[in-house]
């Protein structure tokens, strides 16, 4: 394979576009020892994968494992953890009772009485200050109308004048 080749495959390669053929004729190509130098940048990813899948465990790997499964665990570590879980276990409950205490007790003595008391001496005084803030609301909501409504003309205003127009219907 020439440079120009190995080069297209690399870029196929950098794309995820290699079937896994493309990929073992790059592996295979810089492996070699005469790569032309502008290539010489990507033999080591390759070589890399090269090495990595020729990797496996030695023969004393399966005895270690076996050996560390045998082994029992220490008891005083094993203990300590145990001991301390379950305090903080207790406390952990111990603050959730408090906690619901302490809102149902907040609860169940507040005062459900409410009082209310007249401000007004007569129903006439009352009635003539509700229908004064009755009217003010009234007002209010008239003039925000009005406002809306002047609002809105102007906006239409707005969209005829910048609406899109057709050719020949140009004003």
């Known amino acids: 394979m020439n440079a120009r080749e190995i ?10 576009e290699t ?7 790059l592996q295979n190509f810089f ?5 032309p130098e ?10 890399y994968k090269k090495e ?15 050996s560390l499964i ?8 094993y203990r300590k953890k145990t001991l301390f879980s379950q305090i903080t276990r207790i406390a952990a409950v111990a603050l959730i009772c408090l906690t619901i205490g302490s809102v149902a007790t907040y609860f169940l003595t507040q005062d459900d009485e409410v009082v209310y008391t007249d401000t007004y001496d007569t129903p006439q005084e009352a009635y ?17 109308k ?3 409504v002047e609002a809105m003309s102007k906006l239409n205003d707005f969209n005829e004048y910048f609406a899109p127009v057709k050719k020949g219907n140009r004003k």
């Not at 080069?7 to 995820?16: A, F, G, R, T």
């Not at 492996?31 to 790569?35: K, R």
């Not at 045998?70 to 570590?77: D, I, K, M, N």
């Open 7 to 16: 080069e297209i495959l690399i870029q196929k390669y950098w794309d995820c």
């Open 19 to 25: 079937s896994r053929d493309e990929e073992i004729l």
């Open 146 to 148: 009005y406002g809306t």
């Open 38 to 47: 502008e290539l010489k940048q990507y033999q080591g990813l390759f070589t």
């Open 128 to 144: 003539s200050v509700i229908q004064t803030a009755v009217f003010a609301v009234s007002n209010n909501l008239r003039e925000g």
């Open 31 to 35: 492996l070699q020892e005469d790569i």
């Open 70 to 77: 045998a082994e029992e665990p220490q008891q005083t570590g």
């Open 52 to 66: 990595q899948s020729e990797l496996s465990l030695d023969e004393s790997f399966d005895e270690k494992i076996l």
